[in-house]
C-alpha cells in the first residue's frame, strides 16, 4: 500500500523526476550551495543525504562508490563527494544540508529556497568568485610603459605634421572671412529686390 505517499512528485514523471534530482544533485556537489524552488530543495534534501551518509560510512569501498555513480552518473562528482565532502561529516550523525527560504520568484511567484551544505570547502567569496585587489605585477607596469611610449611617438608624429606657418594660417582666415561677406551682401541683395521680381526680370529679359 502507497497511502500518504504524495509528496515530493514535483508534478513530474518517475524518470523526469530522477533526472532533476540527479542534475541537482550534481550541481549541488559542485557548488556546494544552490538556488531552487522550496519544493525541488525539500526534494533534493532526502535524495542526496543518504548518498552522502553512504560515503561517509563506506570511504573506501568499491560497492558504495558503484552505487552513488548509478544515482549521479558523474564520476568526478562520486570522487569529489568520497574524498572532499563525506570525510567533513564523520562525526556529525545527520542534517548534512540546510535550506533558507529566500524571496519569492517575480513571473510566478513560487517560493525560493537556498540549499547548501551545512560544512564547505568552498568560502562565499569563491562561489561569487570575488578577487582580491593586488598590488600591479611586473608585466602590467611594463605594458602602461609600453602605452606611454606610444603615445607620446604619436604626439611627436602629431606635431611634425603640422609644421604649417602661422601666416599662411591668418591669410587663409582672412579669404574665409572675405567669401562670408561676400555671401551675406549677396543674401541682402536678394532680400532688398525680391525673389519674384527677380524671376520676372528675368524672363522678361
Known amino acids: 500500500m502507497r497511502h500518504r505517499k504524495k ?18 544533485t550534481n550541481s549541488l556537489f559542485t557548488y556546494q550551495r544552490i ?6 530543495a525539500k526534494a533534493l534534501r532526502e535524495f542526496a543525504e543518504p548518498l552522502i551518509t553512504l560515503a561517509k560510512k563506506n570511504a573506501n569501498s568499491i560497492n558504495a562508490r558503484r552505487q ?4 549521479l552518473g558523474d564520476k568526478d562528482i562520486v570522487k569529489n563527494l568520497f574524498s572532499n565532502i563525506s570525510p567533513l561529516y564523520k562525526d556529525v550523525p545527520g542534517g548534512y544540508l540546510r535550506i533558507m527560504l529566500s524571496a519569492r520568484r517575480k513571473g510566478d511567484g513560487t517560493q525560493m529556497a537556498v540549499i547548501e551544505l551545512t560544512k564547505r570547502t568552498i568560502s562565499d567569496d569563491e562561489l561569487l568568485k570575488v578577487d582580491k ?31 604649417e606657418p602661422e601666416d599662411e594660417r ?36
Open 170 to 205: 591668418e591669410e587663409a582666415r582672412k579669404k574665409l572671412d572675405a567669401r562670408k561677406q561676400k555671401a551675406k551682401t549677396e543674401q541682402e541683395k536678394i532680400t532688398k529686390k525680391g525673389i519674384f521680381k527677380r524671376f520676372r526680370r528675368k524672363s522678361i529679359g
Open 133 to 163: 585587489i593586488s598590488e600591479p605585477d611586473k608585466k602590467i607596469k611594463k605594458k602602461k610603459d609600453k602605452k606611454k611610449e606610444s603615445a607620446e611617438k604619436t604626439d611627436s608624429k602629431d606635431k611634425k605634421t603640422q609644421t
Open 35 to 40: 538556488e531552487t524552488t522550496a519544493s525541488k
Open 68 to 71: 552513488v555513480f548509478s544515482k
Open 7 to 24: 509528496r515530493g512528485r514535483l508534478n513530474r514523471k518517475t524518470a523526469e523526476r530522477k533526472a532533476v534530482l540527479k542534475h541537482l
